[in-house]
């Protein structure tokens, strides 16, 4: 079974920087795109940033010059660099992976469990 794990979230002061990470583990043939989401109390969820297999990020307006997604192909993690905090960015952040799982063979998108962030002075 395909795992996602997300770690890092927390309580940060406004002005702050806080490093998420989501390592993939189990049978895996490849991961394709890698992304991170957020979802505050009472929204949708949204996309915060992708980032493809060859390293390119794509930014949603509200990350952008903020934030830094990157990833770790040999450990199958991928990471969000979150500067400058605002207190607008609390919210539970879900990372996800396009995925080849090894034991299906099928492509598919996989969902962490969520890391929560809070911030507030």
């Known amino acids: 079974q395909v795992q996602l794990v997300e770690s890092g979230g927390g309580l940060v002061q406004p002005g702050g920087s806080l490093t998420l990470s989501c390592a993939a583990s189990g049978s895996i043939l490849s991961i394709n795109d890698m992304g991170w989401y957020r979802q505050a109390p009472g929204k949708q969820r949204e996309l915060v940033a992708i980032i493809t297999s060859g390293g390119r990020p794509n930014y949603a307006e509200s990350a952008k010059g903020r934030f830094t997604i990157s990833r770790d192909n040999a450990k199958n993690t991928v990471f969000l660099q979150m500067n400058s905090l605002k207190p607008e960015d609390t919210a539970v952040y879900y990372c996800?992976?396009?995925?080849?799982?090894?034991?299906?063979?099928?492509?598919?998108?996989?969902w962490g469990q969520g890391t929560q962030l809070t911030v507030s002075s």
């Open positions: 996800n992976a396009d995925l080849v799982s090894g034991a299906t063979r099928l492509r598919a998108t996989y």
